[in-house]
């Protein structure tokens, strides 16, 4: 028996994005769909057309089966969450201020929404980073009196940043990081997203808060598991994001330094070793990170894919000759490990811990 | 009188970019063109045609006049250079080991090759940032017994970089410098250059021995003058050298600590004030850094062209928490500051200070 | 003593391209700005900046002069016209409805928008092309008891195929004509515009209402000036209008049949000598058609600048072996002689023609 | 049992792409592979090294199993074709007219090179569009006394204008075909390609040599077998070819009159029933067209690979005002169906009429 699902914000990008993780998922059906007054009422194929013009408002891989097409789309404020397993939400941070805690009485929600990412009683899990953290939806069950809980799944930069400094941290314990953003413009969405008249032939140095966001995301992320909240990590992390004109695909170049001596040979070696365990769930990579050998990887049209968007590509692994540590540039993919699948990847933690 | 010059690589995209810097320059006058035996010999405006398909192989702003459309492209072996007052080169490197040396033996040569750029003897000037190391001309002359010299422009890549960290340096001293690059594919020419299929929708990660480069120029520029060499200044730098789909125009991400505490505002003060003294040259821009206080900039479509092309674009300064010190981003136009027409401001230093 | 004007969407991208184009203009002096109700009464520079993020909203080359910057944006509802020599207008098609004849009523009104496009008593003019229909304006204050008139001009994408049928259809006589845009992004403004998720590595094979504008204005610009009207011509115009990644200038590819025979060098020659008469006005450009002989031409990044965005560049003129005409590919700047600039440049005909 | 193939230009870009095209194949298994003499002796997975920088040369999907990794690269000259029962080629015009002729002489090759393709006794095929044509080689056999056979695919831009056109042909007879291609970048390969200099924020309006492979390949595909030969179709056919900054697929506009009426409503209809019997085939797409009725597609990025890359896509056909018949949008994916993958189909056309 698959667990019952609902993904709310359905029809908007970062939620479409749950229909390709979903659809034909061995351990997850599909039950619900909502999204706000626009489209509620309306069967999901419709609310993927355009009216006035009749164009398909639909930006995925795959398509929606020809069921899910004929679901009826939900008022988000009016679901009723008790009647699902899980609930995915993918929508502003506004509503789901509102809407996942109440969500959350009944049902685990798993968020890609930054609404409650640093409140200290709720987890912000990648599977195989930092799964032990999940024990803390215990103290956020028993702080809050609710049946579910709520874990947001971290920023897109976040991810392949932390995914690729865990190992080392672990192994040597980081000292600084410095990363730069080469970003994709899926990272923007489609309201408004990015126009084309500001990124062909350009690089958008700036992205409003989301240094600071990947900053302390990271800190939280690595942090130990403190008495009822995440004690952050110890290591000072400085970002510059920027954008660029790739579709999708994350870029960052990293400089770390270490506590403990930590050369190319460790590095690459802990990296390779790292998060074998979650190869296991549906949605887990044989590889969470895989370290490329050819210096002109990791590029991202060429290497997004890699895992099915699952794994993040290291490249360049060589000595930091500022730092005294290594240096690399990785890639993630943003809309498929950074942000839906991802989310699925932590259900399927969790309800391999009987979390779900 | 104008001084008579020639252009040497003048059918190339880099020696192209020669002629709107000095077609209708105050100083100087173009009267030599060579190239290597394919071209010579013919008219310069021959030259520039595909004698297959008709096409016109020109790639830079304007076009030339009339009068050197009709002038013959001689042959760079075969070049008189005692015919003229200065000759630049933006040849090879291979055939510059052999030609620049023999040009500068009657002839100053002012190149944008890398052949000589580490040899002791050789300076490697920025006007405004190290003009002082002109003085090592001497040094070269008498070592060499030549009556000209060679005087190579550092890689574009560098150039950017040296120019903001020079006011850093000077006021603070620098200690530590981290630095990733988002360069534009004209700075990989057109033989064979970057291909549309590797570029489009992607980030190439890697540049054959870019980093080396700028990591030991930028030392070297920002160095002091010794006895017959220049002390490389002792700050760590660190690059990582990335391609983007950008037509032109290099963004760099910096992050520096100094040796003297330096907040953002003493940075920025700093810079504004750095290199006032080249506006007064005709290739020199009004400001040798502008700094930008709009987030959002430096783009590089968008701040190319600050200056002519001749002005460094920072923006986005601001403390960084990893080295303590502060960080930003700058833009420097690789084919006009980086390239020719940053050598023809070589030219006018040289020539402000006796040695043209 | 120059013209006083006002522009109306001052702060738009399409009402900002009059800035440049008006700025330093030997006839006009800008002395009115005007916006809705989000900018009114704020000063010009002021209305640029983005409140919440600092960022500047001036995308066009150049910038206001210190003058504008501090000149107040009035409320476009209570521009007083009578104020003004002539007002451009770059708004919605629902506001420029009622404001058009508002102004109309006592100025000459030269507007970017379609509202008034096809209306009989209004000719749509292309300075050159059909300078005789601006005998229609006494039609239009007649039948409509105005002190001034509203005469718009095309849209972008017709402009360039209408100068480049024009002189073919006078001394041949139009058939049939077949034509395919590729569009350059900025046609579509930034409201939304397009975006870059939909447009890198793309083409989108529709623009919703450009083809039929396209056909009917062709037809309309090309006829001739009936009893208080235009006739439109009787040629058959068959359009596709795709979209693609380029950022300025539109790229058309034509097949046209004619009355009367016409062979290649004929179409060139008409073309070559057409539109002579307009290079006395201020913006008026030294050709209004350049045929270019190098068969990898027009092509926009490398022309659109061509006569300082006033020239349409036509290349590849050859024979047609489907319907025993001539083709060719043209490139037209769609924002400057398809906007802003080109409605300068019909103030500039209608003064030199007394109507200002 | 397998048949046995040979890939011969395996290292190149087009002869890569045969090997996602067969690597799974149920009638096929690689046993050769050829190039030219850089590379042949080395094993295949060396020959994708660049032996300077490391970098892997590989530029398609999925990647040479362990096994073809080891396969030795034969000299294209030496390669003993009677060892193969089909030989595959993907090389230069010149070699080919020597190569394809010598392997022909014991074994049939499919060709993605043009050199042969407009002799009297070679068919050119796209099955389902004139799998009668293969009847052509029992008379290439006889007439050049060989065992094998020649038998090319056509051009990647001939192959969806054909395949579109063949249903209107059949029911209504053609009269006259214009067309415009918007092509993508990978159509020129990377021998030299096109650069990203050249076409980024730009289009290409001549690609040479296209436009008359186009019109007389299309011609042939849709002409009637006569005594010996093709007798090519009497319709017109005008082509303008450009190039676009598209990664992969061919957009092209096209408008056709017919000999009898044809409404919309009929052309889509014929276009829905035609070619279901290549279906069956391994390569062959459920669907050899796809009508869209969404205005906005096809768009190469979105539709590129329905089929696999095998189905040619439709959309915007809608009546046409000069020519009295209609016009539509195509998209071929010009590296799939319009290459290798085309070939693989041919070759189970042939196997399936016993030719192999």
């Given at each position: 028996m698959k667990k019952k699902v609902a993904i709310v914000g359905a029809t908007g990008?970062?939620?479409?994005?749950?229909i390709p993780a979903l659809q034909d998922h061995p351990w997850y059906e599909i039950t619900g769909l909502a999204a706000s007054a626009r489209n509620a009422g309306k069967t999901y194929a419709k609310a993927l057309r355009d009216e006035k013009t009749g164009a398909l408002r639909w930006w995925c891989e795959g398509f929606p089966s020809t069921e899910l097409q004929g679901m009826t789309v939900q008022l988000a404020d009016d679901l009723d969450a008790s009647q699902y397993d899980v609930v995915f939400t993918a929508i502003d941070t506004e509503p789901a201020r509102e809407l996942e805690p109440k969500y959350a009485q009944t049902t685990p929600v798993i968020s890609t929404v930054s609404a409650f990412r640093m409140e200290p009683d709720v987890p912000m899990?990648?599977?195989?980073?930092?799964?032990?953290?999940?024990?803390?939806?215990?103290?956020?069950?028993?702080n809050r009196g609710w049946k579910g809980f709520v874990t947001p799944i971290p920023n897109c930069t976040t991810c392949g940043l932390a995914i690729t400094l865990a190992p080392l941290h672990r192994a040597f314990g980081l000292d600084k990081v410095i990363m730069?953003?080469?970003?994709?413009?899926?990272?923007?969405?489609?309201?408004?997203g990015v126009l084309a008249l500001d990124i062909i032939d350009n690089v958008i140095p700036f992205i409003s808060g989301e240094e600071e966001k990947v900053q302390r995301e990271t800190q939280k992320l690595l942090g130990t598991l403190g008495n009822g909240s995440v004690v952050p990590a110890d290591f000072a992390v400085s970002c510059t994001c920027t954008r660029v004109a790739v579709l999708d695909g994350h870029t960052e170049t990293v400089v770390v330094s270490t506590k403990e001596p930590c050369n190319v040979e460790q590095a690459a070696a802990a990296m390779r070793a790292f998060g074998k365990e979650i190869a296991k769930l549906p949605s887990g990579p044989e590889h969470l990170i895989h370290v490329h050998e050819d210096p002109f990887h990791p590029q991202p049209r060429v290497d997004r894919e890699a895992g099915d968007g699952m794994t993040t590509t290291v490249g360049r692994l060589r000595p930091d000759s500022a730092l005294g540590g290594v240096k690399y540039v990785l890639l993630s993919h943003n809309t498929k490990m950074g942000a839906a699948k991802?989310?699925?990847?932590?259900?399927?933690?969790?309800q391999q811990n009987g979390y779900l």
């Open positions: 990008i970062a939620g479409q994005q749950f899990l990648i599977p195989g980073v930092n799964s032990d953290h999940l024990k803390l939806l215990d103290a956020q069950r028993a730069t953003s080469m970003q994709a413009i899926s990272g923007a969405g489609r309201s408004p991802g989310a699925v990847l932590v259900a399927e933690l969790l």
